[in-house]
């Protein structure tokens, strides 16, 4: 499927946000994610689970069921699993088979986020998550927050795009984050297995209007834009903007913050985006919470839009690329070729 080939719809063994650690309390939190049902919730001691969310007797929603100690008891004929997936009682007969069971997923809580592995369980290596640190999420002096969950109607490759391909600020954000710099600096690009990074360092670029939104009185500025992906559903992105080189403070960094985007495919035509992000400036995240609410609708808008777009024409639309899409087209050929590892092996 569209940009992909014919049949591929998403990497399979890879760790996906399935939930902000925040949204995982005692209650059942069903999800959609590759195309499976999921329940999350925790354990009475606290550990967060995910488990396959279809009742297998007569596929009723597990997330629309009950708690009963550490497990969940299906809402239409009282089944109980356990947090292993497995089946603890069947009410109308007093035996229950082994092979009565859900599925069970690894899970775990890294960071903000809840990281699931909806593909082969033993490949499910903690090391390939996303380094804490590389990320600036625990940098000193950072303050960091979960403060979107959206539910995409597009598939997720589209905000993928969006996320690899930052010349968009300058037009669906103009009014907010991005200036036309943002669209003609190059950028400089950084690939290694499972990672693809890009910045761009702009001189003497005007301001976009969020500086003078956070009280800075600077018509121009340096400034770091970039974005890292970590394949195959986080985008870790850097701003930092410093005084321009006239400045008597020329070279300090006056604003730095990390954006934090996770994409999780639900279905082939949606996805759940999973928005983030820390700010060496505490007080600044309440204001940029506000002020980013726009800009992620705006990505939210322009991704649903291109969706409709392809239910009208087709999956295969012939598309001109330019320049500026090396990155986004360098990202989709690394999950095609994860894609395609998988449905070799
Ligand atoms: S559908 Fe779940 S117990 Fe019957
Ligand atoms: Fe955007």
Redesign the pocket.
């Known amino acids: 499927m569209y940009p992909f080939t014919t049949g591929s719809f998403a990497v399979r063994n890879g760790w996906y946000v399935a939930a902000f650690t925040h949204e995982i309390g005692e209650a059942l939190l069903a999800r959609t994610i590759l195309n499976q049902p999921v329940v999350l919730y925790r354990k009475q001691d606290g550990q967060a689970v995910a488990v396959g969310g279809r009742?297998?007797?007569?596929?009723?929603p597990?997330g629309k069921?009950c708690r009963k100690g550490d497990g969940i008891v299906?809402?239409?004929?009282?089944?109980a699993f356990g947090p292993d997936g497995q089946c603890t009682d069947?009410p109308s007969q007093s035996v229950t088979p082994r092979s009565y069971h859900i599925p069970s997923y690894p899970l775990v809580e890294h960071g903000l986020w809840a990281w699931i592995w909806m593909g082969d369980a033993h490949k499910a290596d903690p090391a390939l998550l996303p380094d804490l640190k590389a990320i600036g999420l625990t940098a000193p002096g950072m303050a960091a927050r979960a403060l979107f969950v959206e539910h995409v109607k597009g598939r997720a490759q589209l905000l993928n795009d969006n996320l690899l391909d930052l010349t968009h600020l300058a037009f669906l954000h103009g009014s907010s984050i991005g200036t036309l710099d943002n669209a003609a600096t190059p950028e400089d690009v950084v690939k290694r297995p499972g990672f693809l990074g890009s910045r761009r360092h702009m001189r003497d670029a005007e301001a976009p209007p969020v500086v003078a939104h956070m009280g800075h009185d600077l018509a121009r500025i340096d400034r770091v834009s970039g974005m890292d992906f970590h394949l195959p559903g986080f985008h870790a992105g850097i701003d930092e903007s410093r005084f321009p080189q006239n400045h008597e403070r020329a070279g300090e960094a006056f604003a730095s913050s990390r954006v934090y985007h996770a994409v999780t495919p639900e279905t082939p035509h949606s996805c759940t985006y999973f928005f983030a992000m820390a700010t060496t400036d505490a007080s600044a995240i309440d204001i940029m919470e506000e002020y980013l609410r726009p800009v992620i609708a705006e990505d939210k808008f322009a991704t649903e839009e291109i969706e409709a777009m392809l239910a009208v024409v087709g999956e295969n639309p012939a598309e001109l690329l330019l320049k500026s899409d090396r990155n986004a087209v360098e990202g989709r050929r690394m999950l095609q070729a994860m894609m395609d590892a998988e449905q070799v092996g």
Do not use: A, D, K, Q
């Open positions: 009742c297998p007797h007569r596929h009723f597990l069921s299906c809402g239409y004929h009282g089944i069947i």
